[in-house]
């Protein structure tokens, strides 16, 4: 499959109908109705475990889901998981698809495309991120404002099934302004600082250089990345809301001179866990309180 052959639509009801089958073999044993999804969240490093505290969850891994990519990177798991928090049934990525793994843009995204025809209208999209902005340190929470895409590959490129969504999706509200103002009063009440600016997605797998990171900075942006921008266009194209927090977890590459690692993102994600899973919570309470209930 090529996600954006003719049979997108085709591939996406695929994916869909094996997980509600698994779903519908559960509320089967368990008698009650099947769960619907309404909020997707995708969990970026160190995040996956706010899977395991959907309540009557199901798991289900990504190998048995057909059209989507094994997930092969340390800290990130590769399975889903639907069940409800806060009383909002939920579907969970934990460990999502990267380009720099050697997929398409369009193989990244393609699980969202599948949260989204489960019915989940509104994806919450975590990640890690290099921190371009000198004065946010390490542990700095950053709600997404805006994008720019600097994947050598784009999700939409190829053949457009209008099944699916429009051949030019507008971007303009990509990232949905009333679900940052939900974020933004849900920390305010839970005095969680929460910064907000424009991620740039590179392709990676290497860190940027120091060289990259002035051209990242003199072009705007505020964090670096190498996820998150296939999800959110490919949620563009299917006219679903997104909100993006990423997780600043290392000044990124020249700020300090230190050298970079994985293990400094995988520390800083764990050390800020706690305040994170306490953010998302109470944006998934509040958008209970709006209505994303079963
Ligand atoms: N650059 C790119 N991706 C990242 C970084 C970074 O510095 N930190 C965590 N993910």
Redesign the pocket.
Known sequence: MTAQSPALFEAIAAARDTITARLAEAAARTGRAPLAPRVGLILG?GLGGYAGGLADAVTIDYGDIPGFAASGVHGHQGKLVLGTRHGVPCVAMAGRIHVYEGHSAAQAAFPARVLIALGARTLLIT?????INPDWPPGTLMLIRDHIDLLRDHPLRGPNDDRVGPRFPDMTTAYAPALRELARGVAERAGIELREGVYVA?P?PT??TPAEVRMLRALGADA???STVPEVIVAAHMGARVLGLSC??????GITGAA?SHD??TETATRVRATFERLLDGILSELARQGERT
């Open positions: 490093s990640n890690a991120a290099g921190g590179m990676g860190y940027e670096t990345g190498m600043i977890t290392n000044l990124a590459a970079l400094e993102v």
